[in-house]
Each structure stands twice: as structure tokens, then as C-alpha cells.
């Protein structure tokens, strides 16, 4: 008897809760509300660790709603080797192309950030981690020349974190020479080289152009870099590298990042460095109107200052 009523008990099936509104912190490993880091321009709002964002995002981010008038977009890599390993380059290309949206890991254009003209490149670390071929390099440089034929300031975002692309072996080594010459003429000229490091950059991009601004600028605890910190621990014989080795706070203190800026703070910290440099000739109406009211950093600011270390100047 009691078992015939214990089976017409019923239970009430549990409420589904949607999916996806949680996310976990590669940083401090806490659940964070989605939404909310969204809002933060994909920042955790607990200990404001960088998520990594696509290409997209950062234009979105940075620069003025549609304002990016992209050059050289149909410029794509050939497989000059043909160049088999594991997986074949042509296939490889074709995946990272399918994926991302993109032709190659680079964007580049004319663009504006708060009416301010600038020349702007980004690379995108989902494609073939940002690595630097010929397409890549190719497009740095140009975007450079057309800043100094354009008396513009140049703002270049590495997510390079894959370094010179050897499946196009001395081709992609190639450009490192190419885009520092670029550069080098760039600031021959008189032009303001901003260079913006993000989580990771490193290789063939931090052996040239990335580390040729006549302003570096790092996100928070970026990997910065040659190699990674496993290649330089094994030629520490016995010892350890030093904690945060290669972060962005690490490369401040000794000198080679000059300042630390917070994703959300980049548009408004950019502008000023340009206003401050007054490098940008041909000032929109909409830019002298920005000047009057733009959000200048505290002179003690931590996150603004610039770290001025003798040995290298």
C-alpha cells in the first residue's frame, strides 16, 4: 500500500536556467557574470584580468564607430614553399580564413579615435596566433609609409604571439627587417609611433616593429617577449626567473614598457598622448571640440605615468 503511494508521487521537473551567463577568470579563477565583463570591454570586474578579444572588438573598442576605411584588405598569402609539416599551409590558411572572417592576421586603415586622424594596423592573434608572414608584413609597412606620406600619427595593436611564420621560411623572416625599415623611416619623418603590446606578443612582431614605438604601451599582465619563459629558464643554470617575468608590470619597472593602460582607459589615455604631442596636423572640428572636454590623467596616476629610465634615452 505504501509503495502504490509513494509511485504516484510526481516532482516537479527543476527550471531551466539559460546557458551562458556565467564564465570563469583565467585570472583569478572566480565566476564572473558575463554581461558585466562584456560591459567592461571583455575585463574581469573582480581583478581585471584582459580576456583576449578578436580584431573586431578591437576596433570597436578603440576607434570611432565606423570610422576604420580598411586598406589593402584583399591581400592574402600564397604558400611560396609549399610547405607540407603536419598539417599543410594551404590548409592551415584555409581553417584560420574560415574561422576568423579574415584573409590574413592583419588590419589596417585610416581611422579616427575621438576625431583625431590616425594611421591604424591590428593584428589578430586567433589567426594563426598573429604570426607574421608576408601579408602581415607587407601590410605593417605600407600602413607605416602611408602614415609618413600623410603626416599622421600611427597606432599599431600586436596580438602576435605566434612570431615569424616559418611556413614561409626566409620570406617571414624577412619582414622583421622590412617593417623596422618602415618604421625607421616613419620616425624619420617626425611621426608619433604608438605601440600598443597585448597579451601575448612576442616573437618575430616584438623583434621588430612591435618594439620600435616612440611610446610602448602595454595591457596588464601581457607575456611580453622573444621567447616564452620555459625557453629562457632552461639557460638559468639551477636558478629561477624572477616572478612576473616577461608581464607587463615587470617590463615597466625595468624600463622597456612606458606605460600600463587598462583597456577601458585606452580611447581617452591615446587621445591625450596625441594632443599632447600635437602630432596630428589635420584636426577634424569634432577633434578641437574634444580637446575642450577630454579626461586628462592625474599627474601621480599610476597607470598613466611614464616610466622614464635613463639608460634608455
Not at 618594439?211 to 607575456?223: C, F, N, R, S, T
Request: hydrophobic residues 40%; charged residues 25%; proline residues 4%.
Amino acid at each position: 500500500m505504501a509503495w502504490d503511494n509513494f509511485k504516484r508521487i510526481t516532482f516537479r521537473k527543476k527550471k531551466d536556467t539559460p546557458g551562458g551567463l556565467w564564465m570563469k577568470c583565467d585570472g583569478c579563477g572566480a565566476m564572473v557574470y558575463k554581461k558585466r565583463v562584456e560591459e567592461k570591454l571583455h575585463v574581469c570586474p573582480e581583478c581585471n584580468f584582459h580576456f583576449a578579444i578578436s580584431s573586431k572588438n578591437r576596433i570597436k573598442f578603440l576607434l570611432d564607430t565606423d570610422s576604420l576605411e580598411e586598406t589593402h584588405a584583399d591581400m592574402a598569402p600564397c604558400d611560396p614553399l609549399k610547405f607540407t609539416g603536419n598539417t599543410p599551409y594551404v590548409e592551415r590558411l584555409a581553417k584560420a580564413q574560415k574561422h576568423t572572417g579574415l584573409k590574413d592576421a592583419a588590419i589596417v586603415g585610416r581611422a579616427r579615435i575621438k576625431g583625431r586622424e590616425i594611421a591604424f594596423g591590428v593584428t589578430d592573434s586567433r589567426f594563426l596566433m598573429g604570426s607574421m608572414g608576408s601579408v602581415v608584413g607587407e601590410k605593417i609597412s605600407r600602413i607605416a609609409e602611408y602614415a609618413t606620406e600623410e603626416r599622421l600619427p600611427l597606432i599599431i595593436v600586436s596580438g602576435s604571439g605566434g612570431g615569424a611564420r616559418m611556413d614561409e621560411g626566409m620570406i617571414s623572416l624577412m619582414q622583421m627587417a622590412k617593417t623596422s625599415a618602415a618604421i625607421g623611416r616613419y620616425k624619420k619623418s617626425g611621426g608619433l609611433f604608438i605601440s600598443i603590446l597585448t597579451n601575448p606578443t612576442m616573437g618575430g612582431a616584438m623583434a621588430s616593429f612591435a618594439a620600435l614605438g616612440d611610446i610602448i604601451v602595454a595591457e596588464p599582465k601581457a607575456l611580453i617577449g622573444f621567447a616564452g619563459p620555459r625557453v629562457y629558464q632552461s639557460t638559468v643554470r639551477g636558478g629561477k626567473l624572477p616572478p612576473g617575468f616577461q608581464r607587463s608590470e615587470y617590463m615597466l619597472e625595468h624600463g622597456f614598457v612606458d606605460m600600463i593602460v587598462s583597456r577601458t582607459e585606452m580611447r581617452d589615455v591615446f587621445y591625450n598622448l596625441m594632443d599632447y604631442c600635437d602630432i596630428n596636423r589635420k584636426k577634424t572640428p569634432a577633434a578641437a571640440e574634444a580637446a575642450k572636454n577630454a579626461t586628462r590623467p592625474g599627474k601621480h596616476c599610476h597607470a598613466h605615468e611614464m616610466q622614464r629610465v635613463p639608460a634608455r634615452f
